[in-house]
């Protein structure tokens, strides 16, 4: 898109958007050089040395988890597609119960930095850390370079930036932001600017909910009349379930695919599950995804409001023809309540919000390249975990930040949706079968695993390549070719049970068996002792 979003709504200032996003930027760099002062070992670096709070934790943890996608995305589709749009927050929410009931709290006291140490708990250190850290690194790369391009977009429409070399300045300039937050605050400097920046989007998510309900005194049912008045001939269809999903048989089925993997990819998120290593104990790890439970729930609720005021004060014709389109709803309504004011500090918390998920994501696979590949693959863990590790780990957040930054400005015209959705197929079908067999199966082995991760990922990338969303559909990413066989555009409902069903062969099918081990990690997971302990200074 090389079209300003100044020319789509007058009144707009981009640089009003500048100086918000410079302020932000300079605050929030200052926080990470104060938070970097106690980075002293690879435990600082990796988890904030086990520092912070359960509630702390799951301010950061929202902050994690609601990207621009949270704020933007659902918010526009609820605008313009009414319930079936809603059904993300749901999917997106419930999603966190199964990581409090399943994982919070056993990982927390089983593992030290990474997904690979839980499953080298009681498995071969080495095959299992190799796969562990290939599945971090593809959900991390697919999610960063969705990111980075939606942060071309989205900020390039919000400053008015026209032209691919300005998007591509944009992009870079996220990018190397983005680098030296996890350069020099680590774990640390991370954690505090999620924090930052869950508070200013929670916050403005709910300053906006009351300014629409003002405009209606408070009277949710007068919003919704006036949202399905300003909908046309199809206003209706925003208060009944099947606007968008409900056309077919296929499209039905593509939905319950992609409720599927939001659901079940949330518990297998590398940089999510990285988050539960930030705190002392697993009572407070338990802590922080119930403050992240209320806290995503509340902004989901308020996404609710915002995205039918969007198409109440607003409307979806005008959403439609605007730049990003439903990515555009919250920052039209931001300009018709606020003017270009409030349009300018929406425009700082998408690009906060940007960053702060970048940054986590960056840092998670570093992590998990250097603790588990370098660390104990390459040296089998007789590596320092100071000059050595840590040193690897921010070579390798380079590197990373290199590769978002050429992968962003490559697809930064392409459709971006089909990356997040193999992010999150990807940790459901790889992660989370052998996240739940390593904790609840004793039979489960080395062989199960591999197969479980390796074919999880092989079948999921081989299923999106050849879906809707690669080809064969008008919002395809490649529109001049039609190679699509696979006829849902998110491979869940397919590449899910087949990677379970993967596991559960390659288990049985080796002979491997350490009961004792699995024992000993069940005492460890459910009892806490000998799991990793906060680090004193």
Avoid: C
Avoid at 4 to 13: F, H, K, Q, T
Avoid at 164 to 186: D, E, K
Avoid at 258 to 279: C, D, I, K, N, Q
Avoid at 449 to 469: E, K, N, Q, R
């Amino acid at each position: 898109m090389t079209v300003y979003l100044a020319a789509a709504v007058e009144g707009s200032r981009p640089g009003l958007n500048i100086t918000i996003f410079a302020i932000f930027v300079v605050i929030t760099l200052g926080i990470v050089v104060w938070a970097s002062r106690d980075n002293r070992t690879a435990a600082d670096y990796y988890a904030a040395g086990r520092a912070f709070s359960g509630p702390q934790n799951g301010i950061a943890i929202s902050g994690d988890y609601l990207s621009a996608a949270s704020f933007l995305g659902i918010a526009g589709a609820i605008a313009v597609y009414g319930y079936d749009g809603f059904l993300y927050s749901i999917g997106f929410l419930v999603a966190w119960l199964l990581a409090l009931l399943l994982v919070a709290e056993l990982l927390r006291n089983t593992g030290k930095f990474t997904l690979g140490d839980v499953l080298a708990f009681r498995m071969r250190q080495r095959p299992v850390r190799a796969a562990a850290a290939t599945s971090t690194l593809a959900v991390s790369l697919f999610y960063l370079l969705a990111q980075m391009a939606g942060a071309g977009v989205l900020i390039s429409l919000l400053l008015g930036v026209s032209g691919s070399a300005g998007q591509n300045l944009v992009i870079a300039v996220v990018g190397a932001i983005m680098i030296v937050y996890v350069l020099v605050g680590g774990m640390k400097g991370t954690t505090w600017v999620q924090i930052v920046k869950a508070v200013l989007l929670i916050g403005a998510a709910a300053a906006m909910t009351v300014w629409v309900l003002g405009r209606y005194d408070f009277n949710f049912s007068s919003l919704l009349h006036d949202a399905v008045n300003h909908g046309g001939k199809t206003g209706a269809k925003l208060l009944e379930p099947g606007f968008k999903y409900g056309k077919n048989g296929t499209s039905k089925l593509d939905f319950l695919s992609l409720a599927l993997a939001l659901v079940l990819g949330t518990a297998g998120l590398p940089h999510v599950l990285m988050r539960f290593y930030t705190v002392p104990t697993a009572k407070e790890a338990r802590r922080s995804v119930v403050w992240a439970i209320g806290l995503i729930g509340v902004f989901y609720l308020f996404t609710l409001v915002l995205g039918y005021g969007a198409g109440a004060l607003v409307g979806p014709e005008k959403i439609a023809k605007a730049p990003g389109k439903e990515n555009a709803a919250a920052p039209l309504l931001a300009l018709e309540l606020g003017g270009p004011v409030l349009l300018g500090f929406v425009a700082a918390v998408a690009f906060a919000t940007i960053l702060a998920v970048v940054a986590g994501l960056t840092i998670t696979a570093s992590a998990s390249f250097a603790h588990d590949v370098y660390a104990n693959v390459i040296k089998r863990g007789n590596g320092d975990s100071k000059d050595g590790e840590v040193r690897v780990a921010r070579i390798t957040a380079v590197v990373i930040g290199a590769l978002a930054i050429v992968g962003g400005i490559l697809a930064k015209n392409q459709n971006v949706a089909f990356l997040v959705a193999l992010a999150f197929a990807v940790a459901a079908s790889a992660n989370l079968p052998t996240i739940l067999y390593s904790l609840f199966w004793r039979r489960f082995n080395t062989a199960g695993a591999l197969w479980s991760i390796y074919g999880g990922l092989a079948v999921t990338i081989v299923l999106i390549v050849f879906s809707p969303a690669v080809s064969g559909a008008p919002t395809a990413m490649i529109k001049s070719h039609d190679f699509h066989w696979f006829p849902l555009a998110n491979p869940g409902l397919v590449s899910i049970p087949v990677s379970f069903a993967l596991g559960w062969l390659g288990t049985t099918l080796s002979r491997q068996r350490d009961d004792a081990k699995y024992a000993e990690m069940q005492v460890r997971s459910l009892t806490g002792t000998g799991a990793e302990k906060a680090v004193q200074h």
